[in-house]
């Protein structure tokens, strides 16, 4: 057995840029403060020093340096193009939606544009309304894109380094409170599949489909439900295309559905599963299916009023064992399991 | 310097194919939205004969003419515009997405200014790899409002590339006129050179005037200074389709721009150069010609099969 390498979801995201920049040299870093000497949260750490002429710290102009990078994809090079926060990419929103994912169709292909735009979403204590957004389902709607969300550093790893191996254009929603949640990766260059799901817990008695931070939270409600209910994880990764054939086939051997959302629930990633495996009459489901979600109003900045906002595993626990007919547990959380980023090792 | 009546020839290329273009609209054959060149054609060709087969051009959403003048296939553009699979986009693009990469017609986007940040990355990569290449943006006086144009100019001008701007101010967006749209102090060339590019205006009826400044600008993109050109210029349709839509025009009236007819004026100096009228009628039926002939074949080709409605999305 390889000793363990424990590193952080931000250090796999660096690892796998740093090792692709090595093998492919059409790869570029763009975005605000990516030069900085930790910057990007570190996922560009020391970068700049290693390929100085290869990481471009940018004006406040997402629009125009996101499609300089858009336009550079077109042209066969390969941009890296960071996104801070979600809001900010929405400046770029044509470059990004009717630019990027629209010049291989709309040019009866054969013009494809090989871009990563790494962006962050979600939640962070303090960040308020406006830095907070996850705009999942905004971007899943957006034909022409492979979107995915990495779940653990593993797969952060593996998702970047096949993103930059794909022609296409790929956008990583990358969860800011992941960012310090560590696991074993392994050091060598390795992809993940961009349009599947991953079963990450087999179980006979209900499917949980999450993603991201969600999918986090839902693993730490596995101790806490216990051996007494059987639960099938999916960690759904892609979202265009999503990888029904996954979440049916559990479907069909659990009958059971629960869907984790950190994010509102109106067009959001469980509401679309709930819909499709609710239209799919031989999956026979035992229960209707349900659903977690973020309430209908933006997250606020308030620790007092954020503390309602998130689903937490306690509460993904408890509608796992009330879809069980199970009693369900009491377990009050600490200020730092609410509002501050897990620093958990994962398996 | 391109031959008089080799610049003839590209000028009246693009006019008679837009006029055949008119033709076929009128008869509902072509159902794609079409922004009509008819009046501009001295600034594609005169910024084109400026460039190499290497130098990129992109253009926006009246592009035909900035594709024909690079030297885009003919009878591909006409089967784009009749949704035809044989077309330059196979039928997905339509008359607003020009493409011919074989000749570095990099592509046409219709969203106003768009194509400004695309060609500065198109001249990013040329700078990125070292090659001695130049890019063109085609673009209107409405699409130099847009914010994203701002943004641009100042990172070509922070990472000089080797980009030229061509702006084609035609006095109106849409119907909306300049003094609509800009107040009384509004200054381009102050706006682009405040930025730190160079500015040059030209009239973009004169061929030869276009060509020359187009020239010194290429140069000078060439090694690392990108540039403005504004054009002077009118075009004779309404923005979209083949009206004659005068309500919003003013001074632009038809006598004027027919008085300023750029192909008319090229013509005069192709005669005065000393080449026959019957050698330039001999040229002008060539180019009829060639026109019906794509016409012909781009309406006996066949249209896409509805499978590759789903193909394409991802390469």
């Known amino acids: 057995m390889p000793e363990a390498r424990i590193i952080k979801f931000t250090e796999a995201l660096k690892e796998a840029t740093d090792q692709m920049m090595e093998i492919d040299k059409n790869i570029f870093v763009v975005g605000l403060g990516v030069t900085y000497k930790n910057g990007a949260d570190g996922t560009t750490f020391g970068l ?97 894109l492979k979107v995915v969300i990495p779940g653990t550093p593993r797969m952060a790893k593996g998702l970047l380094v096949s993103a930059l191996r794909d022609k296409n254009p790929v956008v990583i929603l990358e969860p800011r409170w992941l960012f310090q949640v560590k696991q074993d990766v392994p050091a060598e260059i390795y992809g993940e599949p961009l349009h599947k799901a991953r079963v990450a817990a087999s179980g006979k008695d209900i499917t949980v489909v999450a993603y991201g931070d969600g999918f986090i939270a839902a693993h730490e409600a596995l101790s806490l439900i216990g051996e007494k209910v059987g639960v099938e994880l999916i960690d759904i990764v892609s979202l265009n295309p999503i990888d029904y054939e996954t979440i049916f086939a559990s479907v069909k051997k659990t009958g059971r559905l629960l869907t984790v959302d950190t994010t509102n629930s109106a067009f959001s990633i469980g509401s679309q599963v709930i819909s499709k495996v609710a239209q799919q009459k031989s999956l026979q489901l035992r229960e209707a299916p349900t659903s977690v979600s973020c309430p209908n109003v933006p997250c606020p900045t308030s620790t007092a009023l954020t503390e309602f906002y998130y689903p937490t595993k306690v509460d993904i626990a408890n509608v796992v064992l009330r879809v069980m007919h199970e009693p369900t547990i009491t377990r009050a959380l600490t200020f730092e399991e609410l509002h501050l980023a897990p620093t958990i090792t994962i398996p | 310097m391109t031959a008089l009546l080799d610049v003839y020839r590209k000028m009246f290329l693009i006019r008679t194919a837009e006029e055949e273009l008119v033709a076929l609209y009128l008869k509902e054959k072509i159902m794609s939205f079409v922004h009509f060149y008819i009046g501009q054609e001295a600034v594609a060709v005169g910024v084109c004969d400026a460039l190499k087969k290497e130098d990129k051009v992109l253009g926006n959403h009246r592009s035909h003419g900035h594709y024909l003048a690079k030297g885009g296939d003919l009878k591909k553009m006409i089967c784009e515009m009749l949704g035809k699979e044989n077309g330059s986009s196979r039928g997905k693009g339509g008359s607003m997405h020009m493409i011919d990469r074989s000749v570095n017609f990099v592509g046409s986007t219709p969203i106003l200014g768009s194509v400004v940040p695309l060609a500065c990355g198109t001249a990013f990569e040329q700078k ?28 070509a001008a922070l990472f000089k590339l080797p980009l030229l701007l061509v702006v084609e101010n035609n006095l109106f967006s849409t119907n909306s006129k300049l003094k609509d749209r800009r107040s009384d102090a509004h200054h381009v060339e102050k706006i682009v050179t405040g930025f730190g590019l160079t500015y040059v205006k030209a009239d973009g009826d004169d061929y030869q005037g276009v060509f020359e400044k187009a020239k010194k600008l290429v140069a000078g993109a060439r090694t690392g200074s990108p540039a403005v050109l504004e054009c002077m210029t009118y075009r004779h349709m309404a923005h979209s389709g083949p009206i004659f839509d005068e309500e919003y025009r003013e001074e632009d009236v038809v006598e004027k721009r027919l008085e300023k007819d750029p192909i008319k004026k090229m013509r ?48």
């Open chain 2, 128 to 155: 990125y790899n070292n090659k001695n290449d130049v890019t063109v943006a085609f673009l209107g006086d409405g699409a130099f409002e847009e914010g994203i144009v701002y943004e641009t100019l100042n990172l």
């Open chain 1, 48 to 144: 700049k020093s290693k390929y100085p002429e290869r990481v471009f710290d940018v004006p406040n102009s997402e629009g125009g340096w996101t499609g300089m990078a858009v336009g550079a994809a077109i042209n066969g090079l390969r941009p890296i193009v960071h996104h801070g926060r979600v809001e900010f990419s929405l400046l770029a929103a044509d470059q990004i939606f009717t630019q990027a994912a629209k010049w291989n169709y709309m040019f009866g292909g054969n013009n494809n544009v090989p871009i990563v735009f790494r962006i962050n979403v979600g939640r962070q204590w303090g960040n308020g309304p406006q830095h907070t957004q996850a705009l999942y389902g905004l971007f899943g709607n957006v034909l022409g």
């Open chain 2, 268 to 315: 005069q100096i192709v005669l005065d150069s000393g080449i026959s009228e019957k050698e330039i009628a001999g040229v002008e039926d060539d180019i009829k010609k060639t026109v019906r002939d794509s016409i012909d074949f781009a309406l006996n080709s066949a249209y896409p099969s509805k499978e590759s409605l789903y193909t394409d999305l991802y390469a």
